[in-house]
């Protein structure tokens, strides 16, 4: 982020209380600096106890050691955030993998399904399961799913399990937008397209065909860089979204409006 960049950060987020999975790098961690610099209290979750516990003194924030496949620590989170800072306000749940085995249908193997299912979807169900009671008592908050651009398109360079647990992602946030919307709970499913992250990198170099094929497709002919996808959530997290709800929203360079793309 440069100089005036961060000279025209907002203050939105002051006093409230964020909980961001997979904060220890990529996405997770340019949105933890992000809602930190609005000033809100951030708690770190990462199953990486060295990246998550840098990132939060890098912040000032609140780590905590958590596999977000596992129910017993994804509540302690979450209650390490209300009984540090007294709410939970915000929650980002974003821990996800999109590893190499994760192919086509017909070379992905059912342990690598399962896997990928287990930490991009049921996470995002587990962190929502223990994020929303504390909300209602609240009556308001807001969350913020790491979906995907190919929760809305198909592609013939599959990961099969990818797509469908962020398929899954936007589905579930769309009906816990609607369920709780009332309740002062407000759930959107951010789906941004390629970024350049350190997961996407490992990614396509080890298959840089597969790379050039999908940068083609991008109308800004680059990918993202985490901090634009940061100042989404930040939007999604303030009032400034208050009437954003139960809703995909796409950050992904103008990929899925595209039919032909610029030569």
């Known amino acids: 982020m440069n100089e005036a960049t961060e000279d025209i950060i907002c203050r939105r987020l002051v006093g409230r209380t964020a909980v961001v999975t997979g904060a220890g790098s990529g996405i997770g961690l340019a949105t933890a600096r992000r809602l930190a610099s609005e000033g809100a209290h951030v708690v770190c979750g990462d199953v990486d106890e060295t990246r998550g516990k840098a990132a939060a003194e890098e912040i000032g924030g609140t780590f905590v050691k958590a596999d977000v496949t596992e129910p017993e620590q994804v509540e302690a989170l979450f209650r390490t955030a209300y009984d540090t800072y007294g709410s939970v ?39 929502c399961k223990a994020a929303i009671p504390y909300m209602r008592r609240q009556g308001r908050g807001s969350i913020i799913n790491t979906a995907s651009f190919v929760a809305r398109m198909g592609a013939a360079t599959s990961q099969i399990s990818y797509t469908a647990s962020k398929g899954g992602v936007l589905a579930m946030s769309r009906e816990l937008g609607v369920q709780f919307a009332r309740e002062g709970i407000r759930v959107n499913a951010l789906c941004p397209g390629p970024v350049n992250t350190p997961l996407l990198r490992e990614l396509f170099a080890k298959d840089p065909e597969r790379a050039a094929r999908r940068l083609v497709h991008i109308p800004l002919g680059r990918f993202a860089e985490a901090e634009e996808i940061a100042a989404a959530v930040a939007f999604l997290a303030s009032d400034d979204s208050s009437f954003v709800n139960a809703t995909d929203f796409l950050v992904d360079g103008g990929i899925s409006g595209a039919y032909v793309t610029p030569l």
């Open 89 to 127: 306000d915000i929650a980002f749940n974003n821990a996800g993998i999109s590893p190499p085995d994760d192919d086509s249908i017909l070379e992905t193997a059912l342990d690598a399904w399962k896997r990928v299912q287990e930490v991009n979807l049921t996470s995002v169900y587990l962190c």
